[in-house]
């Protein structure tokens, strides 16, 4: 292909296209820049697909894992931006998230055995289903270290619920959603004893060790997992992985993978062959087929166990009423994947070459028919691969994670030896298409690419850490995440995007239109309960409470001040500072700090949240807003002061400024000519239709509700000045102007957005 | 511009430019690609510009200050592409920040009055400099919360130290470097009483609180602060805010801006104008002018006070000693930035349409004619404007920060409420252009723009939270980063970057060609330290000793087992884990966690890292390896069992597993076929000049460390075969082909990456 690029470029500028050298916006043309950046043909191609212009909008939205960041990182394609990091497991001080007391109850709502967990190792985002389709409601995503769940609301993008797994020491496989979120499903990584806090030695592994796999369930109106609802089953000490729902014809059945299925105890350190030998010295693990909907029956009829207070249906009990039965699958497999019609399960494993295609007809056919090749040491039926298969494909070496296009038939592989993507067809067993990627891929996502209606467009390959294709950064590596374009027959690779901040385990992505959060909170949320926060104010209600040693502030928050501006505390002190964000405008969020105090709060417009702190030093403290909120940004401060025990004031006036009449007309005068700059811009706007643009609209009325804070205030300095008290009748002169600058702001931003954005003249 | 596009592009194509339409990679043309993501001529140059092909590097590289998330962001520009978010402030578990007892000594410096303080507000990064010029050895970093700096090695993009400011409660500016980074200037922001925990009320602002600035001595060769020979100066209570250093003649001194110098004490609540009415009602604050060479040498005179242990130089000191003046700018500036030949100095008063450039000759002329205007009410000589400014042009509403351009005398200035940057020329004194920007830009940012040779290229705008620029994400917006080419006489914006994590303050750019970060540390290093780790083993060197309740454990990582697999302690035991990465290759870093027990390690190749905690539960706790390091990965595993007090073992032996003679002979063949495979990879990359590779040379190398680890496992199996012990012989054979698929994998990425970058066949 290059030997294409720079003649054949040359020849098209020289054609006649024009494209730059007489164009006014650049002295640079295309061709001197492809020239310069030594770009060829095939990477303008990709420039062009990916390339997302100054207020366009990506098509999908991706939610990954953070890895051992804690977090969610949620960026758009194609133009692989990343849009945010959200709290889950991690203090995020920016989001407050641990910071302020509501997130604290979040994150609370983790702590295990008492303690407080302070990050996570996130590994399966997993969308809300509606029908088997993503429905941008909710996002899932589990802490494979300390084995948890999360809840993040889409509609504000923040993590609602933190559950922590009653049974197991660690998990790998979840979240896996059934298809009308019924349950959320995760799954056992390393086998321990299922009791909490109890010891058995490893010479017990076979008999005290267990697997299992545990069902949430889902209170969709609540928005919440309801623990009371959830069941675990017992499975044997395999340490079970990925895990999938059935859809279609197979809801009410979820499969799930294994590898150890040897149940090999290492001791590297005692001369025994390590873990790596004995966990995969077999030529097949299990793949477990589990009636889910029966099992939840099942524990309604009452035969579950209860382990750590939590309804465990065992081992004995689920071969007894035939919901769970094994299939042998090509070793150490890791991700199982239902088709999006629900007919077949897709198995790697990845120390074979072969995916391996599963029949859902015919393992409920095996089954019906009592084909039983085996039971497993814990006397679990066992299928046969035979009985069950359609269909197996050589794909190359190190097969990992399958997902789905929307092309009926087709799926993508990951090759983790290879360093390859492979394109076959599960219908027909053949491969379509391969395509190199950078080393060592381990899973891959389509869009919408697990649910029942794939969208295909794009494929996302999850590299590990990247060392020849980023800047170098010190020995820790960015990840790298690859975009690929599968519109077409071949794979084309475009994209490829460094991870900074976390290792994701796996992504997952949602047509962006899907998704429609909010922009603010009704005045005086608890966002994270989504309920009014009981100590919200509304403008003019602000004060402060003091009982005892306890002081509790009820604050606001808007352009550009904090009320109140002074905290008056003992030393000893408990302070409580609620605060309400006033604003209306959508990107008006205030930031708070009070020195030194480790204490941090964001507040978007409308939300209320509370710091708490002990006021235990004596001294000043700065408290301000640590968001660039307006002009005047700097100026949102205040004082917290705590006194030595007993003190008395004996200076009971503040310092008086230094104000003329001459500076108070200046003043005044100031505040007329901004007023005509004022009048400029509102007479453009109300010359264009700018009804027909709501964040012009928007912008609009936040001008409106800023110019209105003035009220009284002319009142107010002329009174001040017909006392001739200069400082106050200056200063409330001057705060009238405080207001003009916020909405002339606002003014002129609504007047380029509609400019930029082609507003017409109206009559 | 927009109707040129779609029929030039198909003229274009249809003249025989051939693009795509037969071309062999892609289905779809790049007609077809812009008229379905309608995409102008001006975007396709924008993304010709900015996009970066797979593998291909970046010309510069950023740092970012991360805001309230505490840490510092790492982009390249021109993709803007985020390589790196780099623990600072906060904790960072996938960097095990904050994680393992290393990086805890780290943040344990930033400890205030004895408490951990467990986030930052960073603010303004500077990088070290030589002779004024950006080196790409050291960046600093400041938190303005909680006052503090820290320093950042840019050989491993790791934090090294936080220093807490002694005297302030709460500082904006800093962090600005001399030209031979001598020292690292940090500014008040919030005045308070200098004396730490001292209490004075308000009523006493003018007379008991101060302002200040402190100059932290950097030790080069250590790469540290060295606290004991910092100092710092009194000011008055005003609020100082940025500063910078001089350089060339006008060296040895620093500048600072300030506003409020009105000294206001708001009190909203009491009906008092809040603090942003009183802090910008008089026309001008003022620039303080420091004599920062001669300071130095009065406080080794012995001329400083000590203020709670630390050398303050006292206002009454300065001004005898002719250190100190002040000179009246517009007022609430935001920025003060010296001229890259440093003549000039230029500050931009917010609240005023213009910036003012003064003369470092004027000044220094000013002050050798004694010609002083006036004191301010603590005796500090002022200057007159008049007397040193050199110009004033009037750019715009708003004018915030100013940065330079490789071109003599060209400057950009961030305009906030314009929404604009301004081109124009600090010499002659004139506009050269305007640019729009996304709403409310704050600072702005030119390469290497504040050092005695800026690089010019590219301009970054950073503007405040985003409402309309990217996919919605909730109330809390990301900020937004646009890149703007500034290579030729127009400007021209070319990019839109989402900031996902903290609100970035400022940012500094470097060439990338001056960074050049170590890929691996020295075998056994504590990277925080970067001495020899006391607890660092070489392979074979694994132990674990108990002394009383105490265990330590000196255990290594290499892919993929952990020594050693299994640690046993009694409850109550106090743990401490040292974990060595013996891997040489870039990318084999290995995490490390223990199930529940809330610690987690980042090992990268050569480093040595402790994670302590209290075996303070009873039970079986997984520990496994947190990054995906390879195919074998999830077999990285171990158990922590915590044993009741006095337990004693009834049973002594393992399960053993089932294996057979056909097994062991099934797994003998598979070793020797995979050797087949290494043979032919082994074939293919010693028939090219891979030697001219050298990414390619050290895979190579590591293939061979992998398979040099099979050295004696042959005999071994061998041994236990002849013994018909076949679960170790299988098992050990099986570790002989557990090397070798590392090795292949290593093989086939060489092979992967030779082919990618055209390797030649040699004969």
């Known amino acids: ?153 889409l509609r504000d993008f923040e993590t609602k619920q933190i559950v922590v797994n009653p049974i ?133 009829e009452g035969k579950a166990k209860k382990i750590n207070g939590h309804d465990v249906l065992m081992m004995d009990t689920a071969i007894k009423e035939g919901i769970l039965f094994l299939i042998p699958e090509p070793k150490s497999p890791h991700g199982v994947d239902v088709t999006p019609d629900g007919t077949k399960i897709v198995v790697a494993g990845k120390l074979d070459t072969h995916v391996s295609v599963y029949s859902f007809d015919k393992i409920m056919a095996a089954i019906k028919a009592g084909k039983i090749e085996s039971k497993d040491p814990y006397g679990i039926p066992v299928l046969s691969m035979k009985d069950t298969l359609h269909t197996q494909v050589s794909l190359g070496l190190g097969p990992l994670h399958t997902q789905f296009d929307s092309k009926p038939c087709v799926a993508y592989t990951s090759l983790y030896v290879d ?30 690419g697990d649910t029942t209606k794939p969208a295909g467009r794009y494929l996302v390959a999850l590299n590990k850490l990247s060392i020849d294709r980023f800047n170098p950064v010190g020995p820790l590596h960015p990840q790298n995440h690859q975009l690929i374009d599968i519109s077409n027959d071949k794979m084309q690779l475009i ?22 959060p909010g922009v603010r909170y009704k005045l005086g949320t608890d966002s994270r309960t989504d309920k009014p926060h009981p100590a919200a104010v509304r403008a003019g209600e602000e004060r402060t409470e003091k009982k005892g040693n306890k002081i509790e502030v009820f604050g606001s928050l808007i352009r550009s001040h904090i009320t109140p501006e002074t905290i008056e505390a003992e030393i000893g002190d408990e302070v409580t500072i609620h605060l309400t964000n006033l604003e209306r405008a959508q990107d008006e969020t205030h930031g708070f700090t ?32 640590t968001e660039f909120c307006s002009a005047l940004h700097l100026e949102m401060q205040g004082y917290l002061l705590v006194k030595p025990k007993g003190w008395k004031a004996t200076k009971t006036t503040l310092a008086a400024g230094n104000y003329t009449e001459a500076e108070y007309k200046a003043i005044v005068k100031k505040v007329a000519d901004t007023q005509t700059v004022i009048d400029s811009v509102v007479g453009y706007i109300t010359s264009v239709n700018y009804k027909d643009f709501p964040d012009a609209v928007a912008m609009v009325e936040d001008a409106f509700d800023q110019i209105g804070k003035t009220k009284g205030l002319k009142e107010k300095h002329e009174a001040f000045a017909a006392k001739k008290d200069w400082e106050n ?35």
Chains 1, 2 share one sequence.
Request: glycine content about 8%.
């Open 1 to 153: 292909m290059k030997r294409f690029t720079q003649r054949t470029i040359t020849l098209l500028i020289a054609a006649g296209m024009g494209l730059a050298t007489t164009a006014a916006w650049s002295a640079e043309s295309l061709q001197d820049v492809l020239k310069r950046r030594n770009l060829s043909q095939q990477d303008l191609l990709a420039a062009a697909k990916t390339y997302v212009p100054t207020g366009k909008r990506d098509e999908f939205i991706a939610f990954s894992s953070g890895g051992q960041s804690g977090q969610v990182i949620v960026y758009g394609i194609p133009s692989m931006r990343i849009l945010k990091y959200i709290g889950v497991f991690t203090p995020e001080p920016w989001q407050g998230y641990g910071y302020d007391e509501e997130s604290k109850k979040v994150l609370a709502g983790g702590r295990i055995d008492g303690k407080d967990i302070t990050w996570g190792d996130t590994h399966h985002p997993g969308f809300s289903e509606t029908n088997g389709e993503a429905d941008g409601q909710f996002l899932f995503i589990n802490d494979k270290a300390n084995p948890r769940l999360a809840v993040l609301d």
């Open 168 to 300: 197991m020491k660690s998990e790998h496989g979840g979240a896996f959603v059934t298809p009308n979120t019924d349950y959320v499903i995760e799954t056992v990584q390393y086998a321990a004893p299922l009791e909490n806090k109890k010891f058995y030695p490893l010479e017990e592994f076979n008999e005290k060790y267990r697997g299992g796999i545990t069902y949430w369930k889902f209170d969709r109106k609540e928005g919440k997992i309801d623990p009371k609802q959830s069941f675990s089953l017992e499975l044997p000490p395999y340490s079970q992985d990925l895990a999938d729902a059935g859809k279609g014809p197979s809801d009410g059945w979820s499969f799930n993978n294994s590898f150890c299925s040897e149940r090999y105890v290492g001791g590297i350190e005692k001369g025994r062959p390590p873990y790596e030998a004995g966990c995969s010295a077999k030529d097949t693990d299990y793949m477990h087929v589990i009636n889910w909907k029966r099992a939840a029956e099942l524990v309604k």
């Open 419 to 448: 360093s390859q993507v492979a394109k076959w067809d599960f219908c027909e067993g053949k491969v379509l298409d391969k395509i190199s990627v950078h080393y060592n891929i381990g899973h891959l996502m389509t869009m919408e």
């Open 495 to 516: 994209y490829d995007m460094p991870i900074p901040l976390g290792e994701p385990h796996y992504v997952v992505a949602i047509d962006a239109k899907k998704l429609k």
């Open 594 to 625: 009070v020195s030194t105090y480790n204490v941090h709060a964001s507040v978007e417009p409308g939300k209320t949240v509370t710091v708490k702190f002990k006021a235990d030093k004596e001294g000043v403290y700065p408290y301000y807003c």
């Open 729 to 763: 009748a200056a200063l409330w002169a001057e705060q009238i102007w405080q207001y003009q600058v916020k909405c002339a702001d606002l003014g002129i931003r609504a007047k380029t957005h509609l400019e930029q954005n082609g507003a017409k003249k109206v009559k």
